[in-house]
Structure formats: structure tokens, C-alpha cells
């Protein structure tokens, strides 16, 4: 059964840092990983995806896959207070995906 | 814009009643899910219908059934609710299994 564990728990960060916040899962095998964005009281909001080793970079976020050390990462340039929610990692396998419990971001002014 | 519509929001009920939550989306989207998600923030599927075929049933208690009637609406039924029942449920679809998935608001359960 895939693993997927977040770090760190939380984060806080002045506004125009960057975030910086990681993932690892324990199935080199897993077919993509996902990052999601979930505000209090609403639904994940899908972000940005990765399927290949290496980086994917839109507008603010970057997120680099290594699958060699089971690992990805997703970094927010600039991070702005509208930022700030808990970001969940979702990485797939046999289309069933399995999410980590979370890095809550706090991005203050 | 929501595209994956969830009701009730909110639910309060006691132990041992039958409680029924439904979804819609208007995405035209071939495949739905349904999530559990504990006070802890931990997200777990639950269940996965693509084209009105149950593809994933993860190992969740009997009380629990899931009701597709067509590709857009799957509905989740709980038989008898426990207090361990008590969290967030949340509806997703998606264009194939491999796509992004898109989140309705999520139904909060509390069991009493």
C-alpha cells in the first residue's frame, strides 16, 4: 500500500518568500503525483501535476520529482497571503490515489 | 465557478440512523469519487465509479454504499452511522482516471 508522508506540518512565511514545502511516497512505480490546495471549508483545488523526473514550473510553483529518492517538491515564488491553506500531495498508483496529511502554509504581510 | 455540486453541507445525526448524501457534476466528466477526510485534514478514498461501474471500493465498513444512477450523480449511503463516522465527505470527478480531479465543498458529518 503506498506511503505518502508531508513536511513539513506547517509553515510560515513573510509575504514575497518563497515556500518551500516537500513529499515523499514509497512506490518508485506511482504514475503521478499531484499537488492540491484546500482552503478552510472548501474542497482540494488541484494545482499542479508531475508525471516525469525532473521540474515543471507554472507561474509561481515549481515542483521537482526525483523517484530515484522517492521525492517531490513543490516551491511557491513570491508567496502572498491569498497562499496560505494547506497544501495536500496526492501521488497515483493504479489510478487510486493516496494523499499525505498536509503542510498547513501561513503566509503573513 | 463550482462545477461539483454536494448536499446536504452539513449534516448533524444520531448513532444508528441512516443518513444519504448526494452529488452532482456538470462537467460531463466519465469518472466520480468519494473521499473521506478526518479532523486530522487526511484525505482517503472511499469509492470510484467510472461510467457507472464501480472501479474502486477501498476497504470501508458494509454500512457504507455508494448509488450511481447516471455518469454525473453519485450518491453515498450510510446504513446505520457510527461516531467514528463523524468528518468530512467529499465528492470529486474527473475526465478519466488518470486526469485532474476537481473537489466539491464537501459534506460535514457529525454524529452524536
Known amino acids: 500500500q503506498e506511503k505518502v508522508q508531508q513536511s513539513p506540518e506547517s509553515l510560515i512565511v513573510p509575504e514575497g518568500a518563497m515556500s518551500s514545502l516537500n513529499c515523499t511516497f514509497s512506490n518508485s512505480a506511482s504514475q503521478s503525483i499531484w499537488w492540491y490546495q484546500q482552503h478552510p471549508g472548501k474542497g482540494p483545488e488541484a494545482l499542479i501535476s508531475i508525471f516525469s523526473n525532473g521540474n515543471k514550473k507554472e507561474g509561481r510553483l515549481t515542483v521537482y520529482l526525483n523517484r530515484a529518492s522517492l521525492h517531490v517538491s513543490l516551491h511557491i515564488r513570491d508567496s502572498q497571503p491569498s497562499d496560505s491553506a494547506v497544501y495536500l500531495c496526492a501521488v497515483r498508483g493504479n489510478y487510486k490515489p493516496t494523499f499525505g496529511k498536509g503542510t498547513s502554509l501561513v503566509v503573513h504581510p | 465557478e463550482t462545477a461539483v455540486f454536494q448536499t446536504p453541507n452539513y449534516h448533524v445525526t444520531q448513532v444508528g440512523n441512516e443518513v444519504s448524501f448526494n452529488c452532482k457534476q456538470t462537467?460531463?466528466?466519465?469518472?466520480m469519487y468519494w473521499y473521506k477526510q478526518d479532523s486530522k485534514k487526511l484525505l482517503k478514498i472511499m469509492f470510484s465509479y467510472n461510467n457507472k461501474q464501480l472501479i474502486v471500493n477501498e476497504t470501508v465498513p458494509r454500512r457504507f454504499s455508494p448509488q450511481s444512477s447516471d455518469k454525473a450523480h453519485l450518491n453515498l449511503r450510510i446504513k446505520s452511522v457510527e461516531p467514528e463516522d463523524s468528518a468530512v465527505y467529499l465528492c470529486?470527478?474527473?475526465?478519466?482516471?488518470?486526469?485532474?480531479?476537481?473537489f466539491g465543498p464537501g459534506t460535514r458529518l457529525l454524529v452524536l
Open positions: 470529486a470527478s474527473s475526465f478519466d482516471r488518470a486526469d485532474t480531479q476537481y
Open positions: 462537467l460531463g466528466h466519465d469518472t
